[in-house]
């Protein structure tokens, strides 16, 4: 399954919308300037998902887990390198992102970071598809991504792809890149592909 340019474009548009939302509230939390920098998308076949990744994220990976469901689920992740995951902590917690820490501390600031993330792209979805989703408490992992990726099962008789979202935090001066991944099967993919080609036009 590929994207169409219009459908990058719609997908695009919609989750920039929830990472807009989420550097808001981040800022809030933190007293901080918080910016999201705009998503690429692209559409990944599962198990293709490890190979793909494993270009841009070396070693041990952050990941912040969340399950949801309701008459749709699946799991949506947000993937951070160890550097990188404590480099973002430190600085929303007023550090110089320097540490390369990862105490309970910083991994209670990242927990909520993914929580408010995963939730603002997920609750997009749900109000797109209009349905309700139930999401279960967010859990950081810290693992090779190898095995993180194949602990993540949705769906056994369907075929599965992710959605896989890079992107950028950036406050003080500071850059730090993360993947959204977000795993769902194919026939719940195809209606949220086709709800947000609907909505951009809606909106134009």
Known sequence: M???????????ELINIAFSRTAAALSEITGQRVLIGLPQVAICPIGELTTTLSQFIEGQVTS????????????????????GASALSDLLTGGDGQTGRLDASAREVLTKVGNILLNAC?????????????FAVPLLHLEELDGLLKSVVV???ELQYALVVHTTFNLRDSTIGGYLVIVLGVTLLDRLIHAAETWEESAL
């Open 122 to 134: 997920l609750g997009m979805f749900g109000d797109l598809l209009q349905v309700h989703l139930k």
């Open 64 to 83: 912040i887990h969340q399950v949801f469901s309701g008459p749709v689920g699946g799991d949506a992740l947000l993937l951070l390198n160890r550097e």
């Open 2 to 12: 590929e994207l169409t340019e219009q459908q990058t474009d719609a997908l695009t």
């Open 155 to 157: 769906g056994k008789d």
